[in-house]
């Protein structure tokens, strides 16, 4: 499309070349991106997107490795949607236990009981007598 081989071509170029033909690109900063679909998620915690903006039509193109799960397994799954032990991650535990106080097995039940709302998880254990 752009001449000879394309693989060596300087980004720079390939950005004025785009410009020229009114193509924009722009680097988002997004700290998850998932996608689902009836049978699974696709979850990308540490990706690079870039929203390409040509002729008014936003292409959005994601760079990165994800996790899958099951489908209404995360953490936006429906409130009647138990979780589990091993679907809390180890991280929420953590700020939950370091903002009460609590030990990591009170925060864990706390999100439990709160289906993984951390908010919820910490007004439950700050309301709660030491």
């Known amino acids: 499309m752009f001449g000879g081989g394309g693989g060596g071509l300087d980004p720079r170029k390939m950005e004025q070349m ?3 033909m009114g193509i924009d690109t722009e680097e988002l900063d997004a700290t998850e991106i998932v996608i689902r679909t009836p049978e699974k998620e696709l979850v990308f915690s540490d990706a690079d997107v870039t929203v390409i903006n040509a002729q008014g039509q936003q ?6 490795e994800p996790e899958t799960r ?9 409130e009647d949607t138990a979780i589990e032990d091993a ?6 535990i953590e700020i939950v236990a370091m903002r009460t106080g609590a030990s990591e097995d009170d925060a864990r039940e706390a999100l439990e009981e709160a289906d993984g709302d951390l908010a919820t998880a910490v007004e439950k254990l700050e309301a709660e007598p030491k």
Request: charged share 25%; hydrophobic share 30%.
């Open 87 to 92: 679907d809390i991650p180890a991280d929420d």
């Open 70 to 78: 099951e489908a209404g397994s995360g953490s936006d799954a429906g």
């Open 59 to 64: 292409t959005y193109q994601i760079v990165g």
């Open 18 to 20: 785009m410009k020229q």
